[in-house]
T-cell receptor
Framework: GQSLEQPSEVTAVEGAIVQINCTYQ??????LSWYQQHDGGAPTFLSY????GLEETGRFSSFLSRSDSYGYLLLQELQMKDSASYFC??????????????FGIGTKLQVIP | EAQVTQNPRYLITVTGKKLTVTCSQN?????MSWYRQDPGLGLRQIYY???????DKGDVPEGYKVSRKEKRNFPLILESPSPNQTSLYFC?????????????FGPGTRLTVL
């Protein structure tokens, strides 16, 4: 099976930068995604990495190292509205081409003034 | 408006009474999936569908059934619900299993089994 590890909680100051790490153990790795979920809401897609390197989308960036089975989400210029839970998720593909998705348990980010 | 809809949004039922949670998407997406979310456990995939009539088990399929007879609909069936299936359920879809992992989630269904 698949397993992912990410910190359960992170606190950061408004305007600062925060990095949320994710390590995974899996076979058939296809890609790593990040999702944001506010309390009471549905998850929303943030970023996806299939290849090594950095992907940037506005204030958010995501990094992947396939050789290290590691990725991170970088949030810059933190705003109070960024307080939410952040999930990493791996997509794995089996020999039949079927793709499953496994999520981490989520990192609760609290942004403080 | 592109969206994934789920019904009902809230449901309280009793053990053993069959129920169906509907999921529909209007984006012509091939890939659809059901997740359950429990405190401290994150989101866990129950079943997924690569396309019409193509479904497979996720990580926690026990006690659930799905069907994909039309591209837009992917209902979740609990034949004999039990209290351990009390959870928050999300349906999600994405354009292709080959695409980037942009899954669009429905608003969620909060299920309580007494």
């Amino acid at each position: 099976g698949q397993s992912l590890e990410q910190p359960s909680e992170v606190t950061a100051v408004e305007g600062a930068i925060v990095q949320i790490n994710c390590t995974y153990q899996t076979s058939g790795f296809y890609g790593l995604s990040w999702y944001q979920q506010h309390d009471g809401g549905a998850p929303t897609f943030l970023s996806y990495n299939a290849l090594d390197g950095l992907e940037e989308t506005g204030r958010f960036s995501s990094f992947l190292s396939r050789s290290d089975s590691y990725g991170y989400l970088l949030l810059q210029e933190l705003q109070m509205k960024d307080s939410a839970s952040y999930f990493c998720a791996v997509r794995v593909q089996n020999s039949g081409g079927y793709q499953k998705v496994t999520f981490g348990i989520g990192t609760k980010l609290q942004v403080i003034p | 408006e592109a969206q994934v809809t789920q019904n009902p949004r809230y449901l309280i039922t009793v053990t053993g009474k069959k129920l169906t949670v509907t999921c529909s998407q209007n984006m012509n997406h091939e890939y659809m999936s059901w997740y359950r979310q429990d405190p401290g456990l994150g989101l866990r995939q129950i079943y997924y569908s690569m396309n019409v009539e193509v479904t497979d088990k996720g990580d926690v399929p026990e006690g659930y059934k799905v069907s994909r007879k039309e591209k837009r609909n992917f209902p979740l069936i609990l034949e004999s619900p039990s209290p351990n299936q009390t959870s928050l359920y999300f349906c999600a879809s994405s354009s292709s299993f080959r695409s980037t992992d942009t899954q669009y989630f429905g608003p969620g269904t909060r299920l309580t089994v007494l």
